[in-house]
């Protein structure tokens, strides 16, 4: 995945699925993009200078049951999560989405499609440098039984999180990635899930329309509801990985460090990325993996000014 150079992709790639939570008809277009300008979202349904939004963590409104990124103007965009995650793993630093909607399609609940689209066109190795956010200083946040750190690691990113959960059948999992040297085949198709019993809680206060088992993993007591069942023994961590790679994506750039988290999700992670950049000691900017000296204090993750 590593490159000392910007990526986008090669040509356009088009989407049509649900959207997890509105339940409406979504069409995506993902577009290459030019090196410095990041990923953005375009919605293609408000037809003005109002429908940019960019993909920074300053611009999360909500991050309970989905991450969702608002502009200035209140225009809005959820459920960004599985896309950027596998933007984050193919090392894609620009790209132009398009969607017609306020939701990014959910498809089959994972990244595997996205992922699918991506490797069909190619990715184009841009002329721009890389920049790569390095953590300087451990940063970390408590609240209750959830944790989450991220402490200087070099060279790579590395994620370490655990998932515990009183039903038996997801129970206490465990895993850890390695960017620079494991295969991530098994995170980007592993599944979004939940409790079979949370179903009419999440659907009282207007989500979940489009959820099914086509797009979801259902638990219920000590079995999987879903006819194919798991397509992993730790399918459950293996997705929270997946989904804090797509939170992580709205750091702006790359981070060379190693996050730690227990029982967190989309708000822990936007949380830590708040805390972690308000104070500059606690990173630099380096332009390559061969140029830690070339450091850079006035960075500011790109985009986050654009959407001022």
Not at 98 to 117: M, N, R, T, W, Y
């Amino acid at each position: 995945m590593f490159s000392n150079f910007q990526k986008t992709i090669r040509s356009e790639i088009t989407f049509k699925g649900i959207g997890l939570h509105t339940g409406k008809d979504v069409n995506l277009k993902l577009s290459p993009s030019n090196q410095d300008t990041g990923i953005v979202f375009r919605r293609t349904d408000i037809e003005n200078s109002k429908n940019i939004i960019f993909a920074n963590y300053a611009n999360v409104i909500s991050a309970k049951f989905c991450t969702k990124l608002q502009n200035k103007f209140g225009i809005s965009i959820s459920t960004v999560e599985h896309l950027l995650g596998a933007l984050y793993g193919e090392g894609i630093d620009n790209l132009l989405i398009e969607v017609d909607g306020p939701e990014i399609p959910i498809l089959d609940g994972s990244a595997i499609k996205f992922l699918h689209g991506i490797r069909s066109v190619g990715i184009q190795k841009q002329a721009a440098i890389r920049k790569i956010i390095n953590v300087e200083r451990k940063v970390e946040i408590k609240s209750g039984s959830k944790y989450i750190s991220i402490e200087p690691k070099e060279k790579n990113l590395e994620i370490d999180f655990e998932l515990i959960y009183e039903n038996k059948l997801i129970g206490k999992q465990r895993e850890t990635v390695d960017f620079q040297k494991d295969d991530l085949s098994q995170i980007y198709n592993s599944r979004t899930f939940c409790l079979y019993e949370d179903i009419e809680k999440i659907k009282t206060i207007g989500l979940a329309k489009g959820g099914s088992l086509d797009n979801a993993i259902v638990v219920k007591d000590d079995k999987i509801i879903n006819e194919e069942g798991l397509r992993h023994k730790n399918e459950f961590v293996k997705h929270k990985i997946l989904d804090c790679m797509g939170d992580i994506m709205l750091a702006g750039n790359r981070i060379h460090g190693l996050i730690r988290c227990s029982q967190g999700g989309h708000q822990l992670t936007n949380e830590l990325l708040k805390k972690f950049f308000i104070n500059k000691e606690n990173w630099t900017i380096i332009s390559s993996e061969k140029e830690k000296n070339n450091t850079n204090k006035s960075f500011f993750p790109k985009s986050v000014a654009v959407n001022a």
